[in-house]
């Protein structure tokens, strides 16, 4: 998972360093065109041939376009240019690339064949996750799902999985769908599409295909939530390696046209903006009344404003993140004698090294303090005996595992089993001169193994090989964050103050199938394991409501979610978490399905002070057989502040700091009110937003309109505001932009002005024949918010060249041009950088001379035209010339 100190790097002091896997990369040249209405996809094909080839087709009913790949790479953003100004062209977008966001996989089983734990009998569902989002109710009230056909958009599944039904096709559980790319895809490669949406090789299309579906018969008592429910299956993921938005697009739209109820998708990549063009071909699937569920994202350790498209788009329901209350584990097994008695099993996992096979030895602890905070950090006493017969028990924590394992090693130890201190086991890594094998136990083993060994017990311990060990699972309670929101789990809201994401389901901590490959069961964590149940629970209201719309349900979830308090990690807050953290909170299905008060909303959002809108109407409506009376009330949630209270100017991480400072809210009718059986009302919210906060650190204030009935119905109204200017708000990072040498990637340093780049001859620069190393300008700047529009501008600075006879003026600027990918639209907050070879975005290379980067980043809600609405930087002038080819270049390639 992105962790906090990604954030950190991303923004510290070197100001430099690889993108995130959740940033969308853009593939070279290539771009989605949707074609204005009435338009012949085939004559627009021709006039582009021999220029392009073709991508993809992607003609449907709600999206006529194709993806297109320019043949010159170089020529391209020029061609595009040319492309988007015809007639026929409606719009045109590059095409990004999407990964699976990334989750953690806690463990793994080893195949179909393990059998040791019990089955889950019928009709009594204690699946957890089940139980915290009232899903068993409706189980347990016979409904299933059944009927509803249910699209999953991601890496396939592994229908073959005997608790996935065994067999792909009509009348089989996974009854749809289709290969967009084959195994061999990778992201930038040319897709391989067969009929075939088989997973047996990645395991997270799979893990959340469970989670919808799972059937009975498997061991461990994993019941999918909508077990009646028919699959459709669209992969569009290899076994590694990203997706392309026009890839997206397409399984989108075919999930669509093959009659699917209820499209779920845990796939996205760092945005913050409606606008993108996957988020819009799944906002238009929305309006025609096809419920959309996408996963919110992986990130919430960036804090505020981090939302993910197309998670972020207009309509689409955004899934966010709750801990499970039990923390499973598949464990390898393992068996110990006390004082030569009988074979007791244990569970443990293995880490790496892990040559565990055959490994039948006495167990020896550092210490019998099973509090220790810092056991084993130290070099051990030189009374310890030799280790090499042992093995040795350390408890985690304060060093990292390599100290730990390098100090016993030390002693001649070669198997070192952790104990925990914390919930459940981790998979942990150490690989030190010596070390054989490693593994770790749960904290109560650990207990259980060193009051032995205290008592003056032998205990000899039988391990065994994990990779072929049967496994078993341990259920341990989660004493950490049962329930409450994952630390991972993305925020909110957009850049535009739209309200994401809509509400949360459990996706910390989530036992499911996975491909019989990979070991046929798996604990994963992740805003994509939270979507899926989602997903299910909408099937489950479809079948007890009859209706489908999205907006009725998501009103229904939303309104009859329970919100939860701020959780950071180790310690929970008195205070509601806010909004853009948990949307409505966690989903309580039974209520949602059977809910006879209805919202015509499902949040409101005041936006920014800029464009505060107080005054919001709502309608309440009376579904119900009898009279109710209902009062509202104002429950706040915490504000949270997007920036950190410090000079760095950068968006705090999480934790970001919360504090309590709530908006007023009033309401007309003010009084409680009577509503007769099928009679509405519409309520006036009028909000008055916090006044004693900082606005420059852009604080987002958030909480719920609680609606209570006297029929015992308990309701709430997600909504949020920003008590400051979004377009105050500065995004480009103030002396964030920085020019270095290429070569100095690891550690770049600011070149002095006027530095001189020999850049290879035009066209050479991927020409490893004649170079195979060069040195080129690196542009590197910093966005702290989004930035709808970022300009860089190649600007003329010595006149003795000519370029400057060529030079324009933009917005105030002299410029020759834009270098590739420039402008750049939509960008999340982030780093862009970019390595200049002397090439304009019109595939032409700029004269030798003196030249700087002008960098114009547009604020939120900005207007393009006013040069006063970016934030603007510049780089120091350097100067460029071009190499001549290499005598060795020539003789090597003979040209
Ligand atoms: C994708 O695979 C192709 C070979 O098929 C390879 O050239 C390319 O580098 C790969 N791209 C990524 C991002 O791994
Ligand atoms: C989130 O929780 C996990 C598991 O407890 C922990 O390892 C991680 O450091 C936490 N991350 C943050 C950003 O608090
Ligand atoms: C672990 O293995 C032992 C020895 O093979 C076996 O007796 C025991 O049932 C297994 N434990 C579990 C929990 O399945
Ligand atoms: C472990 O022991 C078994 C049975 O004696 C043997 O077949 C196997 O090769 C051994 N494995 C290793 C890694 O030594
Ligand atoms: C887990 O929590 C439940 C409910 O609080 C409790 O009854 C049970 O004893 C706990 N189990 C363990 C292993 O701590
Ligand atoms: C906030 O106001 C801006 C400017 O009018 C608008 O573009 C944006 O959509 C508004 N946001 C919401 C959530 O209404
Ligand atoms: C809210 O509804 C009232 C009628 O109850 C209407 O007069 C008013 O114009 C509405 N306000 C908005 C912002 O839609
Ligand atoms: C409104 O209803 C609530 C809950 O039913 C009740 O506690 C409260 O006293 C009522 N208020 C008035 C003014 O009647
Ligand atoms: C860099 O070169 C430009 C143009 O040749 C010149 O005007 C400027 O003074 C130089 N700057 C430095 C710091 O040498």
Known sequence: MVRLSVAAVLFGAAALAQATKAIPAIVPGAYIVEYEDGHDAAAFLSSIEGEASLRRDLRFKLFKGASIQFKDVEKAEDMAAKVAAMPTIKQMWPVKRYSVPQHTVHSTGNGIHDVLARRQSAGNDAFTPHLMTQVNKLRDAGITGAGIKIAIIDTGTDYLHPALGGCFGPGCLVSYGSDLVGDFFNGTNTAQPDPDPLDNCNGHGTHVAGIIAAQANNPYGIIGAAQGATLGSYRVFGCTGDAG????????????????DIITCSVGGASGWTEDAWAVAVSRIVENGVPCLVSAGNDGS?????????????????????????????LSNATFTVNGGA???????????????????PLWAVSFNTSDPANGCAPYPASTPDLSGYIVLVRRGTCTFVEKVTNAVAKGAKYIMLYNNVDGTASVEANVQGAEAIAMVAADQGAAFISLLEAGSKVVVSMADAATAPKFLVNLNNTLSPGFLSNYTSWGPTYEVDVKPQFASPGGMILSTYPRALGAYAVLSGTSMACPLAAAVYALIVNVRGTKDPKTIENLLSATANPNVFHDGNTASPLLAPVPQQGGGLIQAYDAAYATTLLSVSSLSFNDTDHFNPVQNFTISNEGRTAVTYSLAHMRAATGYTFSNDSTGVPAAFPNEIIDSPAKLSFVPSGNFTLAAGQRRIVTVTAVAPTDLDAKRLPVYSGYVSINGSDGSSLSLPYLGVAGSMHAATVLRPSGTLLSHSMDDNRPVPVAANTTFVLPPAGHVNDTAYFNKTDLPKLAMSLVMGSALVRVDVVPVSNCSTAAINATTVLGTETLGQPPTYPSTYNPRDQLSFEWDGRLADGSYVPPGVYKFAVKALRIFGDPDRVEDYDADETVPFKIRYSSLSRRGVSRTGR
Do not use: C, H
């Not at 404003?305 to 209350?325: E, H, L, M, Q, W």
């Not at 074979?343 to 443990?348: A, D, E, I, K, T």
């Open 245 to 260: 938005n026009d890839i997206l697009i397409a399984a989108y739209n075919m999930a669509y046209e093959d009659g699917s």
């Open 302 to 330: 960036k804090g505020l404003f981090y939302s993910s498209t197309a998670a972020n788009g207009k309509r689409v329901t955004a899934i966010a993140s709750a801990d499970n209350t039990l923390s499973p584990a598949l």
């Open 343 to 361: 074979q007791q099993s244990f569970g443990f996992t293995a880490g790496d090294p892990a040559a565990w096979a055959n490994v039948t030895l």
